[in-house]
């Protein structure tokens, strides 16, 4: 089992530049959360997402970010016109469902620099 | 909403010594999960420990151990016999049965073996 993949690893773009983030959650895992981490904080939730289901979109900025997870490929966070304060480590975690008590299992993040 | 608090931004301590990170947090909610997760500078998140809120029980693994005070909503990490490896930050984290059950994290604590 490889686990949650995110990639790319680092991702640099300009002001005004789209971003893609994409994560493939483990085999079996239907769930799909993305977190942003800003330099030195912790993370904060962004959205929750099921197979072609958005369903907590409340930590997303309403605009320029969205995030789809379709039925079949990986789990894409968006963000149009980048700007310097997007600048972030971006997280992707998954889980078979509600009932899995152990957590998520998170990717290794995709680092975000705007230039 | 719920919060979670972490009042020490860096600890330090000797390596084969005990050290402990707290972690206090904010809820109205009876049922929920706490957990506490490692982040070495690979960026990876590392689950440490959960406890399950109705447990009364100190959750415990290997050299890691948490006490868990419900009342005073309080739920500190204790480590052990310190080793080079366990330098990292570490996140305090709170997840409600309710809802999207997303993560709450705290700040975030920066911890150095010193060897």
């Known amino acids: 089992n490889a686990g949650v993949m995110q990639n790319p690893r680092h991702l640099v773009r300009r002001r005004g530049q789209e971003a893609r983030l994409r994560c493939s959650p483990m085999?079996?895992?239907?769930?799909v959360y993305w977190y942003r981490q800003l330099p030195e904080e912790g993370l904060k939730f962004m959205v929750y997402l099921q197979k072609e289901n958005i369903i907590d979109e409340s930590g997303m900025p309403k605009e320029r970010f969205s995030a789809e997870f379709p039925k079949e490929g990986p789990s894409i966070l968006r963000i149009q016109q980048v700007v310097r304060g997007d600048s972030a480590a971006y997280f992707c975690a998954s889980s078979p469902g509600r009932t899995d008590l152990y957590g998520y299992t998170f990717g290794s993040g995709t680092r975000l620099t705007v230039v | 909403a719920q919060t979670v608090t972490q009042s020490q931004p860096e600890m330090s301590v000797q390596e084969a010594e005990t050290v402990t990170l707290s972690c206090t947090y904010d809820?109205?909610?009876?049922?929920?999960?706490l957990f506490w997760y490692k982040q070495p500078p690979s960026r990876q998140m590392i689950l440490v420990i959960r406890q399950e809120a109705y447990k009364q029980q100190n959750a415990t693994e290997n050299r890691f151990s948490v006490n868990f005070q419900k009342a005073a909503k309080s739920f500190s990490l204790k480590i052990s016999d310190s080793q080079l490896g366990d330098a990292a930050m570490y996140f305090c984290?709170?997840?409600?049965?309710?809802?999207?059950?997303?993560?709450?994290f705290g700040q975030g604590t920066r911890l150095t073996i010193n060897p």
């Open positions: 984290a709170y997840r409600s049965e309710q809802g999207a059950q997303k993560l709450v």
């Open positions: 085999k079996g895992h239907s769930h």
């Open positions: 809820t109205s909610e009876s049922d929920y999960y």
